[in-house]
């Protein structure tokens, strides 16, 4: 069951806020025990079979979890905490593992073996990716002691929640569960309000800019399989697709919050502008926030503390210290995020093109920390240089953007290489017969070429429509801004306040006027329901 379906939106997402406020009228327990259930049936609509499969993983790491704990106040159980501890990791990247990578494990093995292992009908439960992350940080937590206590209904509402079941985000359990056990249960005019605005913006941004570009874009991608794409389709490929799933996975963020803030519940902050960003570093702190936080926390700094032991160990210039110089500082970034962005990429897809644009954002990432790291010795004026740096950073930084983008997006290399060539003129150009006219066909350079096929209508309209969204998501605020009074999300506060003159007008209050426009919003989405869909975070 997606977010933008009718039967989410007019019968379980209503029935299931009517019944948990029936419910905390008679208990809390009673209110949170429906919300597990609700989160079940949520989870099966697609495929019944989806709740054995994750009930099994639950029950196992709910199993180590409890030994953990049980073991957390003797010293002398450390070493078998580490091994239940690697155990329970190794247990959720192989459980994912399998549903997720197998076939194409397999498929790597024929191609370079020359073997020919069948491949099997292997169906990825919904959110599987996004659940075994948030396994793992419990884990990891209740073991180094920041998950003191938890019950088996806490752990499975902290799982099972369903507004962040399917895609995210990826919550901490000492983020949720507080929230949850001071909860009245009660019916709250306010959070609703501000919920539903947060969901009207986001099947907005979902089902009528995101679906809207994709009659744009895939045809692209699809012809690039086997044939040759000119400049002005393969630009509009590439950027039409990084705001594709720019809207996409922001409307859904959008959903997942105010969908949570309906029952009375913050996530964090999960999407925040990123084509805002004005550096690669920068970017990672506004797209899929809670996930760089995970690989942060988990992932990046452990190598990075590993690496520096080591090193200190051996004598070897550190972090810190007279003996830390650039080229050291560079050497010791650069494996640890390459080696987080790489597995960044295939957590995202089983497939070569999601390594090759995991190790080009880790490769962006390695530069921009080298980059700031001479541009600082070069100009000690911190302000002064992020100032001469932001609007050049900010062009550098959506290029290198849309060019990943182009790895994610298309079916085959050989497809992602025709798209990057078409965008560097290699293709050549073609431009509509009425344009060309009006210039002059006979004096037209040979690398330029008259397209019949392309009607003028049609060009002038998607390039405005591209026009349009590029304003929407490079100049104006974001859904959290807007509604940053309201302080919809954990982590709001913790952002820059925008005053600005279009942020003022825009700042979302509970008045007729705001009601008005939301109403119309939904009410565009909603009659657009019904036509073609992409969700493309909906199966990681």
């Excluded at 399989?225 to 697709?241: E, K, N, Q, R």
């Excluded at 150009?429 to 070429?449: K, M, T, W, Y």
């Amino acid at each position: 069951m997606l977010f933008n379906s009718y039967e989410f939106l007019f019968a379980f997402l209503p029935a299931t806020l009517l019944l948990f406020f029936l419910a905390g009228r008679v208990s809390r327990d009673f209110a949170l025990g429906w919300l597990i259930v609700a989160s079940l049936v949520f989870y099966a609509w697609w495929r019944p079979v989806n709740v054995p499969i994750i009930a099994a993983s639950l029950a196992v790491n709910f199993t180590i979890a409890r030994l953990l704990q049980r073991f957390a106040a003797d010293r002398s159980k450390a070493r078998l905490r580490g091994v239940l501890l690697a155990f329970g990791i190794i247990f959720n990247v192989v459980y994912l593992g399998y549903f997720k990578y197998t076939n194409f494990l397999l498929g790597a093995l024929n191609d370079v073996t020359g073997t020919q292992f069948a491949l099997t009908q292997i169906i990825l439960p919904l959110g599987l990716s996004f659940i075994t992350f948030q396994k793992i940080a419990f884990l990891i937590d209740v073991n180094s002691g920041r998950v003191e206590s938890f019950t088996l209904r806490d752990y499975l509402l902290f799982v099972l929640f369903f507004p962040q079941l399917i895609a995210g985000p990826i919550v901490h359990y000492r983020e949720m569960m507080p929230q949850f056990h001071q909860h009245p249960c009660r019916f709250d005019r306010r959070a609703l309000a501000v919920g539903l605005t947060m969901v009207c913006f986001g099947l907005f941004k979902k089902v009528v800019l995101a679906d809207g570009l994709a009659a744009f874009v895939t045809p692209v991608y699809l012809q690039a399989t086997h044939d040759a794409v000119s400049l002005f389709p393969a630009w509009l490929a590439a950027i039409g697709f990084t705001l594709q799933i720019y809207f996409d996975f922001s409307g859904y963020s959008d959903m997942a919050a105010g969908i949570a803030l309906c029952f009375g519940v913050r996530l964090p902050l999960n999407f925040y502008s990123p084509l805002q960003a004005s550096s690669i570093i920068d970017f990672w702190t506004r797209w899929h926030v809670t996930l760089s936080r995970f690989l942060t926390a988990y992932l990046y700094n452990p190598m990075l503390l590993a690496i520096t032991r080591r090193r200190f160990a051996r004598g070897l210039p550190g972090l810190g210290g007279h003996k830390a110089t650039p080229g050291a500082f560079l050497q010791l970034l650069a494996g640890p995020l390459l080696v987080t962005m790489f597995i960044s990429g295939i957590w995202h897809g089983a497939g070569y093109l999601f390594m090759v644009w995991g190790l080009l954002h880790g490769l962006y990432l390695t530069i921009d920390h080298g980059w700031r790291l001479l541009g600082h010795r070069l100009m000690p004026d911190k302000a002064r240089y992020e100032a001469m740096m932001r609007p050049i950073g900010f062009v550098i930084t959506f290029l290198a953007v849309v060019l990943s983008m182009v790895f994610f997006r298309a079916p085959t290399l050989r497809a992602a290489m025709t798209v990057l060539a078409g965008m560097s003129g290699l293709h050549g150009i073609e431009l509509p017969r009425l344009v060309a006219d009006r210039i002059g066909a006979a004096h037209l350079p040979h690398f330029v070429a008259v397209a019949d096929s392309l009607g003028l209508k049609d060009f002038l309209q998607q390039n405005l429509w591209l026009l349009g969204l590029l304003f929407i998501a490079l100049v104006m605020p974001n859904s959290i801004q807007i509604l940053r009074s309201a302080d919809p999300v954990l982590g709001a506060q913790e952002r820059p306040a925008n005053t600005g003159l279009v942020l003022r007008s825009l700042s979302w209050q509970p008045t007729p006027a705001w009601a008005l426009f939301m109403a119309l919003l939904a009410a565009a989405a909603v009659m657009r329901m019904g036509g073609p869909s992409e969700f493309l975070y909906w199966q990681f």
